[in-house]
Each structure stands twice: as C-alpha cells, then as structure tokens.
C-alpha cells in the first residue's frame, strides 16, 4: 500500500525497488549485454547504439508490460518484446540482436543484483550512521547507571553505555557480515536457455566476461540460475539486522513505559500523538522497527523454502522470490534508517533510572551483599541468609539496609560503611567500562 509506504519504508532504498527502477536494471543488462556482444565480434557494432538508446525506463508503458507479463509468466519477456519493437522503429538490423543468447532469468536475476548493488550501498551508509550514533550515546552514557532486567525484573546494576555497546557491538559484526557477503551476492547472472550460453558458441566466455566488465559485477564460476545460495545469503543478512534492530527497538519502547520513564524517543511535531489523548507520547519508531522485525522472519523464510528449485529454471520458487525479496529489503533498510534516527535523538533521563534503582529498597544490591559474605560464611550460607533478609524487607515493606543492620550475624563481618558501600548501585557495575571500551575500541579500529 503506497499510503503506508513512508511509514515502512523509510529511506532511499524505496526508489531502488519501483517498478520503474526495476525495469530500468533490466533495461542495462540489455544495453551492457549488447555492448559485450559486440566488443567480442558476436553483434555488429553498430547495434550498440540503437539498442543503449532504447534502454531507459521512461520510454515504456509500465502497466502494458505488466499487463503482457501476467501471460508470459515473468517481466523480462514483455520488456524483451517491447524493447526490440522500440529498436525496430529505429533500426530494424539492430532489433535482430537484443536480447542475443540470453534468456529471461539472466535479465530478472542480473537486474535484481544492480538493484541490490545499489541496495546495499545504501544500507552501509545508514548502518555506519546507526553505529555512529550508538558509539556517541555509548560514550556519552558510559557511567550512567540503570537497572538491569533479566525476564523482565529487576536483576543487578548496570549501565545504559553497556545496553548499548551491545547493540553497537552487533551492528559491528553485521557490517563484518555485509563487508563478507557483498562480493559473493553481486555476481553477474548470465547463462543463456539451460545455463550453458550454447547459443554463443565459443565465444560465451568471453562475453561473460565483458558483461561483468561492463556491469561491475563479479563473473562467477558458473551460472547460478539454478543455485538461489547468494539469495539465500541476502535474505538471511537482513532478516538478521532486522531483528538486532528488533530488540533495540523493544528495550527502548519497554523503557519508555510511563511507569519506568527511562528513554524517550525524540520530539517532532505530529511525532508519537494519539487522535484521542492529548497527552500520549507514543513510541511510533519503535513500532515501525519491531512491525518490520515480526514481518521479515517469514519472508527470508520464503526465500530459503525457495531454494529448492527445479533442474535448470526454478517452477514458483524463482518467481516467489521475485517481490519477496524487495519487500524484506525494504522493510529492513527502512527499520535501520528508522533506528538511526531513534537512537540519534534519544532521551534519556538518569533521574528515572535513579529513583527505579532505588525502587525495590535494596533488594537489587542483595548479590552483592551476598558475595560480600560469601568470604567469612561461604556462598551458600551467605545466600540463605541475605535471602531470608530479603523476603523480610519485603514482607515489612522496610528497606533492605535497615533489615540488614539490624542481624548480627551479618553486622559482625560487615560494617556499617561497609554495608553503604554495597548497597550503593554505582559501586556494583562490574567490568562494565571495560567492556564498552573494547566496543569502542572496535569502533575506532573498523
């Protein structure tokens, strides 16, 4: 739905995926196959220019190829059709070589990685602006202390620059991924009828290799009309970012809860209203992040059940990838460029982070009281014994502290400065700094 399209959407990676867009890659395969052709002596020369003049996207009815693609089963056949008809007005010698020696899933296949080529560049930048903005919020919340939740409770102390620094840290490694991954994916698709270019007799080779010239694509060992791995990869780096992207976006939304008032996603006029209550703030980014992170499981899903595929041209497989493929593209580079933002002009307020340390009276710090003890008592009695202070406090409804100090077996170890010190949250983050410094160092060193 084009209405829902910028809310989904977000970003450049939208117009790389039109229907125009995706006419016009096919279009320069046409042109940069005609180019290759007629440099190794299969095409006159003077084809090249008739044929380059007719491949742009403009000069073609959209809705006629999609009407004529509905009978012929894909997109390419109609464009072919339509192509040659506009090169005939022109030059009729010319229209007797386009499309020469290729068949349509090199055109669909070769188109859809210039797209992804362009995808994927698009997707770099946002990603390196994403963990530019987590590395300056990492740094900025380095020593802010919060609660840590482990199924969804309150745990022990740490530090929003940890919460971070992990998200950061796995942005990392899927740019490692995306750094990996980009020369194997962008592989020139080229193999004529059945994958053999027999229509090019001897000289298949060496069109190939002009072809990925001319493209800037890698020319692969062999076809891969047949072998959907490379798609697979795709879908699969995607649907990954998507759900880091995910839980970035469920920690913010939990955290900007009224009753934990943590993080608040930035101000914008008509940002986050509701058109009922005046005074919502709603968390609207992180909706568009985690509605793209529930969808995009089941579309790389689609594309893996894909890959197994019929002998040398795929039956429904190959076509279910077809808008599949943009889709989950789309929705993925849309939740990143989404996050960028987020993270960008997140709120943050340290006096809530405080004042929910300090909610449960204590109680967050019994581990280290505990371990405190551990050393005269053992861990295990330790244990049972600040556990039994613990239900007590709650039971009394007084904090943790006071119940603590008032049992000897506890005062007799600890003091009472001693006792301060370990019920103080700043005091129990661990080696949370060294951790966000490995991170950053990461950074700095990427």
């Not at 959209?62 to 090169?87: C, E, F, Q, S, W």
Request: glycine share 8%; proline share 4%; hydrophobic share 50%.
């Amino acid at each position: 739905m084009k209405l829902l399209d910028p809310l989904f959407r977000a970003g450049e990676c939208r117009a790389v995926f039109s229907d125009a867009a995706a006419l016009q890659c096919m279009l320069d395969f046409e042109a940069a196959l005609a180019h290759a052709e007629a440099a190794v002596g299969v095409i006159p020369s003077d084809a090249i220019d008739p044929i380059a003049a007719a491949c742009h996207a403009e000069l073609y009815d959209l809705d006629a190829i999609a009407h004529d693609a509905a009978r012929a089963g894909n997109l390419a056949i109609p464009m072919v059709k339509h192509l040659t008809a506009r090169v005939k007005d022109t030059d009729a010698s010319a229209a007797r070589y386009v499309h020469w020696g290729a068949t349509s899933q090199d055109a669909i296949d070769t188109g859809f990685v210039l797209q992804l080529k362009r995808a994927l560049a698009v997707v770099e930048a946002d990603l390196q602006r994403l963990i530019a903005a987590l590395a300056h919020r990492t740094t900025e919340h380095r020593h802010t202390v919060m609660v840590g939740r482990t199924w969804m409770q309150h745990a022990l102390p740490t530090t929003l620059g940890l919460k971070l620094a992990g998200t950061l840290d796995a942005l990392l490694r899927h740019k490692q991924r995306l750094t990996e991954l980009t020369p194997r994916v962008l592989a020139l698709q080229f193999g004529g009828a059945a994958g053999t270019l027999a229509s090019l007799g001897d000289a298949g080779m060496q069109v190939a290799e002009r072809l990925a010239e001319q493209l800037q694509l890698v020319l692969p060992a062999t076809p891969w009309h047949g072998q959907r791995d490379r798609v697979a990869e795709v879908a699969a780096w995607f649907g990954s970012l998507a759900g880091t992207l995910g839980k970035l976006a469920r920690d913010v939304s939990l955290l900007m809860q009224t009753e934990v008032g943590e993080l608040a996603e930035p101000v914008g006029a008509g940002r986050g209203g509701s058109s009922t209550m005046p005074h919502k703030r709603n968390p609207v980014s992180s909706a568009v992040v985690l509605a793209a992170a529930q969808r995009v499981p089941a579309l790389v899903g689609t594309v893996f059940s894909a890959m197994v595929q019929e002998h040398e041209r795929g039956l429904g497989g190959w076509h279910a990838e077809w808008e599949v493929l943009p889709e989950l593209i789309q929705l993925s580079a849309g939740a990143l460029s989404v996050s960028a933002e987020l993270v960008e002009g997140l709120e943050v307020h340290p006096d809530a982070m405080r004042a929910n340390l300090d909610a449960t009276g204590g109680l967050i710090m019994a581990e280290a009281v505990t371990m405190a003890l551990g050393e005269a008592l053992g861990r295990l009695d330790a244990h049972k014994l600040v556990e039994e202070k613990c239900r007590q406090a709650q039971a009394e409804g007084r904090h943790l502290k006071t119940v603590l100090a008032e049992e000897p077996k506890i005062t007799m170890h600890l003091s009472t400065a001693e006792l301060e010190h370990l019920l103080d949250p700043v005091n129990y983050t661990g080696v949370a700094d060294t951790l966000i410094g490995r991170v950053l160092a990461a950074v700095e060193g990427d």
